[in-house]
Structure formats: structure tokens, C-alpha cells
């Protein structure tokens, strides 16, 4: 096994021979867990192994895979209707077109909203349009810094 090392479950240093029934594959990340942060692991009378936490409480079993529909691009169609979803090919898409960001107007739209001002609507032609103006502040628009 190219990604395992052998862990001796009884260690050879307290006498736990280097035998098949002593031995497990464990990968470099859980054979560290054993020996450097208290991970325990032992073999169960039936052979199969048992994975403790440093607590000494077990480490729960792995559950079953879940079952797969026999046509489960239906059943996914079918949960998407009974949700409300509708999604095409066309819903992944984004629909930005590659113009630039105006970092002013995301600014002045953003600011006031930490402090509890609300934005009005952008204009028609879009938020870059709209510009500082857009925003409806007590006090004015923030103060331009140099």
C-alpha cells in the first residue's frame, strides 16, 4: 500500500510482536493522530478495528451511503419543483459583460448602509448613473477624501 505505513496495534516497545493480527494500514495523517495526539485503536474479538477518541470515547461508525434513485435526475427535477426552483442552463450565468467596477458608487452605496442609511433605487441607466446622489443620507454624501 503506497499511502499507508503499518501500525503495530499492541506497540513492540511493550512487547507486541510485528504479526499480521497486530498489524493495521493506517495513513500518515491518522498513524500521526495515534501516536501524537492520543487517538487509540484496537482490534475487536470479531477482527474488526475500533477507533477510540483522547477522551476514550469511540468514534462513531461510518454511515451507509445514501441511496441513490433509480433515475435520479428525476427525482432531482421532481425536488426542485416542489421547492420552487427553476433552473436552466442559463442560471449559472453571469450577467456581468466585463465593465468596470465604479468603486465611488459602491462606496457611497455601502458606507451608509453600516451605519443604518438606506440606498434609493439606482436611476434607469443603471448604478453608475445613479452616482453619489443616489444615496439618501442625513447628512449629506460622505466626505471625499484626498
Same mark, same amino acid.
Given at each position: 500500500?503506497?499511502?499507508?505505513?503499518?501500525?503495530?496495534?499492541?506497540?513492540? %516497545?511493550?512487547?507486541?510482536?510485528? +504479526?499480521?493480527?497486530?498489524? +493495521?494500514?493506517?495513513? &500518515?495523517?491518522?498513524?500521526?493522530?495515534? &501516536?501524537?495526539?492520543?487517538?487509540?485503536?484496537?482490534?475487536?474479538?470479531?477482527?474488526?478495528?475500533?477507533?477510540?477518541?483522547?477522551?476514550?470515547?469511540?468514534?462513531?461508525?461510518?454511515?451507509?451511503?445514501?441511496?441513490?434513485?433509480?433515475?435520479? #435526475?428525476?427525482?432531482?427535477?421532481?425536488?426542485?419543483? +416542489?421547492?420552487?426552483? &427553476? #433552473?436552466?442552463?442559463?442560471?449559472?450565468?453571469?450577467?456581468?459583460?466585463?465593465?468596470?467596477?465604479?468603486?465611488?458608487?459602491?462606496?457611497?452605496?455601502?458606507?451608509?448602509? %453600516?451605519?443604518? %442609511?438606506?440606498?434609493?433605487?439606482?436611476?434607469?441607466?443603471?448604478?453608475?448613473?445613479?452616482?453619489?446622489?443616489?444615496?439618501?443620507?442625513?447628512?449629506?454624501?460622505?466626505?471625499?477624501?484626498?
Amino acid at each position: 500500500m503506497r499511502f499507508t505505513q503499518g501500525h503495530h496495534l499492541r506497540h513492540w %516497545a511493550h512487547g507486541g510482536p510485528t +504479526t499480521l493480527s497486530n498489524l +493495521t494500514l493506517l495513513c &500518515h495523517r491518522h498513524h500521526r493522530a495515534v &501516536h501524537e495526539e492520543g487517538y487509540q485503536v484496537a482490534r475487536l474479538p470479531d477482527g474488526t478495528l475500533q477507533f477510540r477518541r483522547p477522551n476514550g470515547h469511540p468514534l462513531p461508525e461510518v454511515p451507509p451511503p445514501a441511496k441513490v434513485p433509480a433515475d435520479p #435526475i428525476k427525482a432531482l427535477h421532481e425536488s426542485h419543483d +416542489t421547492q420552487g426552483l &427553476h #433552473i436552466t442552463a442559463r442560471t449559472g450565468c453571469p450577467s456581468w459583460l466585463g465593465e468596470g467596477l465604479n468603486v465611488g458608487w459602491a462606496i457611497d452605496v455601502l458606507h451608509p448602509l %453600516a451605519q443604518g %442609511a438606506r440606498p434609493c433605487p439606482p436611476s434607469e441607466h443603471g448604478p453608475a448613473a445613479a452616482g453619489p446622489s443616489a444615496i439618501a443620507l442625513g447628512a449629506g454624501p460622505p466626505p471625499i477624501l484626498e
